[in-house]
């Protein structure tokens, strides 16, 4: 017996994977790009942006599960959202000492880590009912 899909979970699907290929393809350009890449990623943080770029595919892996409504889907949300929280964590441990940063990464990563976070939230509480 098959659980019913809930509406929102192929439309986050679909944003979660549009937003892993971006996330590949951009942090790609900047770890394997030109030079123009690399400056244009501004005072880009390497650990980050190592992170980032291997947490695209990760994107693609729950979107595929989320999709599918498969059970890891919420298990994955969570791994991907409690990661990025501890790289936020290190993140502002590097900012603190006075390494230039960029600052849109300190928004980028805890939006990412809330957006994972309430699918695995959302998924919990589907499975529940």
Same mark, same amino acid.
Request: glycine content about 8%.
């Given at each position: ?5 809930? @509406? ?9 994977? *549009?937003?892993?290929?971006? #996330?590949?393809?951009?942090? %790609?350009?900047?770890?394997?790009? #030109?030079?123009? $890449? @690399? +400056? &244009? /990623?501004? =005072?880009?943080?390497?650990? *980050? *942006?190592?992170? =980032? ?9 729950? &979107?595929?599960?989320?999709?599918? =409504?498969?059970? !890891? /889907?919420?298990?994955? /949300?969570? &791994?991907?959202?409690? !990661?990025?929280?501890?790289?936020? $964590? ?8 006075? #390494?230039?940063?960029?600052?849109? #990464? $300190?928004?980028?990563?805890?939006? @990412? /880590? %809330? ?10 509480? +589907?499975?529940?009912?």
């Amino acid at each position: 017996m098959s659980r019913p899909t809930p @509406r929102w979970t192929r439309p986050a699907a679909l944003a979660a994977a *549009v937003f892993g290929a971006l #996330t590949i393809l951009s942090g %790609g350009l900047v770890l394997f790009g #030109t030079e123009a $890449a @690399r +400056q &244009a /990623a501004g =005072n880009a943080v390497p650990f *980050v *942006v190592i992170f =980032n770029t291997a947490a695209g595919f990760a994107y693609l892996v729950a &979107a595929a599960a989320l999709w599918r =409504n498969h059970p !890891s /889907a919420r298990w994955i /949300a969570l &791994a991907i959202g409690l !990661s990025t929280l501890a790289v936020l $964590a290190g993140f502002v441990l590097v900012a603190l000492t006075g #390494t230039p940063v960029e600052p849109r #990464t $300190a928004i980028a990563l805890p939006v @990412r /880590a %809330g957006f994972w976070l309430a699918i695995a939230w959302a998924t919990d509480r +589907q499975a529940r009912l």
